[in-house]
């Protein structure tokens, strides 16, 4: 199974791409979350995963910069 990490920094639209997707039924483990890029990037740094989905737009670090450093610290997520 491949793991996944959704970055949103709005609660409600987070949990509803969280709730709304039957992820193991697409062979994907329930996904980590964060509401930031920076707080993304802390918990990456610790556990990678497989598949990032992120926002563009949020606070501290938006999602391109996390892109970007993802990819630095892990070649082959995506």
Known sequence: M???MVVEDEYYVRASI???IE???L???MPRQAE???QALEL???E???ILITDIRMPLMD???LTLEAQKLYPDIC
């Open 23 to 25: 992820w193991e039924s």
């Open 2 to 4: 491949y793991s996944v």
């Open 27 to 29: 062979g994907l483990l």
């Open 36 to 38: 930031n890029g920076q």
């Open 63 to 65: 999602g391109l910069t």
């Open 44 to 46: 990456l740094r610790r």
């Open 48 to 50: 990678p995963v497989h």
């Open 18 to 20: 969280l709730n709304r």
